[in-house]
């Protein structure tokens, strides 16, 4: 079980579970409560510091002198990990999607402070230049260990079911249960690991994943790729679960124009938001599944009367680089 398995120590748990009184009010209900993994500590925080712990656990283990993954310019992935390859002496080596700005704003101003070596792909923001790079520092004597695009794997998703498990004391010492568990679906291991929270603890909260990607995961469908990686998580803890399609919530209906594209949806729910609770939220992630979250309460797929929970999957800095976009006078 995941009491074996290495791990690093990276943030600051249980990260806090608050009421969004002002706005549930504003929107006329349902009573929404918020998760706050954008207060993880680690890199300005995020969700993807839990996944870390055990991935950089495990390249520790290996031996690894040296980490790379990969991601969009924004990356959040990428920032926390370049921040928890510097907190552990590890060199990191980050594969990002686009062509190099003239000057660094956001993430990628902050993956330059953490002193990672950056390597531009074009259109490849998934990871698929990383063998060469691995050949190439092999070759230099290095030994490097790949984190997976979005740090999901089934260690990624093992760090989630203990981040459910963390909820759920929350949630008992509140004596509330949640109708729905909300949060931006993009590379699947939260999504995993909630859904083997949920069925472990058997709370029966939906888990409604709002996809931020129109995008594939290594080739296969992402719904697909999400309850595949549901199942072998499942298999690494030795649980007897075997989930299929229908056992997935993808709200596919809040994509858009597509990933990292900034619309009415993400900049009204990132105002609402900051002018309601003093809560920032990201233009690509937590920006749109909170705008999922407040049309579905407009047009009544959730009810006033439900407990409703927004994990805060973090992301803020990306905020500052997409100025323009947010059109903010």
């Known amino acids: 079980m995941n009491d074996t398995l290495p791990k690093a120590s990276l943030g600051y748990f249980p990260t806090p579970l608050i009421e969004l009184t002002r706005l549930s009010k504003t929107l006329g209900g349902p009573n929404i409560y918020m998760k706050r993994d954008d207060n ?29 993954t990969a991601g969009a310019i924004q990356s959040n992935h990428c920032r926390q990990t370049a921040g928890a390859a510097a907190s552990l002496g590890l060199e990191c080596h980050l594969v990002l999607g686009g062509e190099e700005p003239e000057q660094p704003q956001g993430n990628l101003l902050l993956d330059k402070v953490y002193g990672c070596h950056i390597h531009w792909a074009g259109e490849n923001r998934k990871g698929e230049d990383i063998p060469a790079l691995v050949a190439q520092l092999k070759a230099e004597g290095k030994k490097p260990y790949v984190i997976p695009y979005g740090g999901s794997n089934e260690l990624g998703a093992l760090a989630f079911i203990e981040a459910y498990k963390e909820l759920n004391a929350q949630r008992e010492a509140l004596k509330i ?28 909260s939906q888990i409604v994943g709002i996809n931020i990607d129109k995008g594939e995961m290594d080739k296969v469908p992402f719904n697909e790729h999400i309850v595949s990686l549901a199942n072998s998580t499942a298999q690494l803890i030795a649980a007897d679960y075997q989930f299929t399609a229908d056992d997935l919530i993808l709200n596919s209906d809040y994509v858009g124009d597509g990933y990292g594209v900034i619309g009415v949806l993400e900049k009204e729910a990132i105002a609402l938001t900051a002018q309601n609770e003093g809560i920032l939220l990201d233009p690509v992630y937590t920006g749109r599944a909170m705008g999922g979250l407040v049309d579905m309460i407009r047009t009544e797929q959730i009810k006033a009367t439900d407990n409703v929970l927004f994990w805060h999957t973090g992301g803020a800095p990306a905020l500052f680089a997409y100025a323009d976009d947010l059109d903010i006078r």
């Open 40 to 68: 993880t500590g680690l890199a300005l925080g995020g969700n993807k510091t839990r996944k870390l712990e055990y991935i950089m656990g495990d390249a520790l283990a290996k031996g690894a002198d040296t980490v790379i």
């Open 177 to 204: 249960d949640f109708s729905h568990i909300i949060f931006a679906s993009s590379s699947g291991a939260t999504h995993a690991g909630l859904m083997l929270g949920n069925k472990i603890l058997q709370t029966h």
